[in-house]
């Protein structure tokens, strides 16, 4: 499966899921619609089922500047973790 996106507008925040597999191709357009989605943004990863380096490197900028991630994969997470400890060191 490719990715997938689904936006849920609430009145306070935008929720966007993002569905499938996760390359560094599909970042452009993940960056546009979080982009158009107004400052109070959750990322939902729940059904994200593979992500490449370049896409961790993203969802840990995500997080550095604000942005919430929800229902992340504990190997997504262990990542991020990771990737943040390697960027700082």
Known sequence: MTLKIEKIVAKCRTTVKLIG???????VEVARQLEASGP???LQL???T????????????????GMRLVDCSAYIREWISRERIRSQG
């Open 40 to 42: 109070l943004i959750v």
């Open 50 to 65: 593979l992500v490449d380096v370049e896409v961790v490197r993203f969802l840990n900028r995500c997080e550095t500047e």
């Open 46 to 48: 729940d059904e994200v």
């Open 21 to 27: 597999r996760v390359q560094a191709d599909d970042l």
